[in-house]
């Protein structure tokens, strides 16, 4: 029997960092807080990224075959706040931030964090409410040094 307090708790000690999650399909782009992000292969470099399954951004990802994260600095909470908020009710999210077009894909890249990696999707499993995409890095740049925004760090939970 599954003890639903201990698979939260636990669950939720699974450190995540934050990222901002790009993503385009044609003239549409759109950005997303995203935290269940790992890399999984050296040759090739290959990054996991979940999408849940009812966003826009999911939609996109899996029409375009592309993404591209945008790696968030400790300190950047408030950036992580604005990008979890649903496109469809605050419009525009990259209004107010600087943001460009990742080279490779496309997908919109924040220019005030430490650095991103763009992804073209070569798998995906859909299962439960969230999709794992499995994109091959075909693009990367650091913009600065620093430490990584961590989930831990800001209070928040997403996860149990």
């Given at each position: 029997?599954?003890?639903?307090?201990?698979?939260?708790?636990?669950?939720?000690?699974?450190?995540?960092?934050?990222?901002?999650?790009?993503?385009?399909?044609?003239?549409?782009?759109?950005?997303f807080t995203a935290?269940?992000?790992?890399?999984?292969?050296?040759?090739?470099?290959?990054?996991?990224?979940?999408?849940?399954?009812?966003?826009?951004?999911?939609?996109?990802?899996?029409?375009?075959?592309?993404?591209?994260?945008?790696?968030?600095?400790?300190?950047?909470?408030?950036?992580?706040?604005?990008?979890?908020?649903?496109?469809?009710?605050?419009?525009?999210?990259?209004?107010?931030?600087?943001f460009y077009e990742?080279?490779?894909?496309?997908?919109?890249?924040?220019?005030?964090?430490?650095?991103?990696?763009?992804?073209?999707?070569?798998?995906?499993?859909?299962?439960?409410?969230?999709?794992?995409?499995?994109?091959?890095?075909?693009?990367?740049?650091?913009?600065?040094?620093?430490?990584?925004?961590?989930?831990?760090?800001?209070?928040?939970?997403?996860?149990?």
């Amino acid at each position: 029997m599954l003890d639903e307090q201990a698979k939260k708790t636990l669950l939720r000690k699974i450190p995540h960092g934050l990222y901002v999650c790009g993503v385009r399909n044609g003239d549409e782009m759109n950005g997303f807080t995203a935290s269940w992000v790992m890399q999984a292969s050296f040759q090739p470099p290959l990054v996991v990224n979940c999408i849940k399954n009812d966003s826009g951004s999911h939609e996109m990802v899996k029409q375009s075959g592309v993404f591209a994260l945008s790696v968030l600095e400790a300190g950047q909470k408030d950036m992580a706040q604005n990008f979890f908020k649903p496109q469809r009710r605050v419009g525009n999210k990259f209004e107010d931030i600087e943001f460009y077009e990742a080279p490779e894909t496309g997908c919109p890249v924040i220019k005030d964090t430490l650095g991103y990696v763009e992804c073209r999707v070569v798998g995906s499993v859909e299962h439960g409410d969230h999709t794992v995409f499995v994109g091959e890095v075909v693009g990367a740049s650091v913009h600065r040094e620093g430490d990584p925004l961590l989930l831990e760090s800001t209070g928040w939970n997403y996860g149990g």
